[in-house]
């Protein structure tokens, strides 16, 4: 079982950036696929971007293709969000995600293991 604790929101202005970490321990973070959701207040929660174990395939929403990347550092047991070009409507609280499987999954359902989340909010 592996244990995931996210960090780094916080408030930003538009058109600012913010770096997300999503933390794990009780197993290597390279036998998972990851991935970062969010959930706005009073909507669903909502896919942001996936990572395959090896890093090296990754799908993001359309909504944050080309300003959201993500990335996993093994040494640090660690996947991270960079998040630039940031707008209003990416405030939302951010959870990070695993899976023990290579394939790639959209749907929170299709995760075992959850991070507590961490706020972002993107002032206009």
């Known amino acids: 079982q592996v244990q995931l604790v996210e960090s780094g929101g916080g408030l930003v202005q538009a058109g600012g950036s913010l770096r997300l970490s999503c933390a794990a321990s009780?197993?290597?973070?390279?036998?998972?696929?990851m991935a970062w959701f969010r959930q706005a207040p009073g909507k669903e929660r909502e896919f942001v971007v996936h990572i395959s174990r090896s890093g090296g395939n990754t799908y993001y929403a359309d909504s944050v293709k080309g300003r959201f990347t993500i990335s996993r550092d093994t040494a640090k047991n660690t996947v991270y969000l960079q998040m630039n070009s940031l707008k209003p409507e990416d405030t939302a609280v951010y959870y990070c995600?695993?899976?023990?499987?290579?394939?790639?999954?959209?749907?929170?359902?299709?995760?075992?293991?959850w991070g507590q989340g961490t706020q972002v909010t993107v002032s206009s």
């Open positions: 995600a695993a899976v023990y499987s290579g394939t790639y999954y959209y749907r929170a359902t299709q995760y075992s293991y």
């Open positions: 009780g197993r290597p973070l390279s036998t998972y696929a």
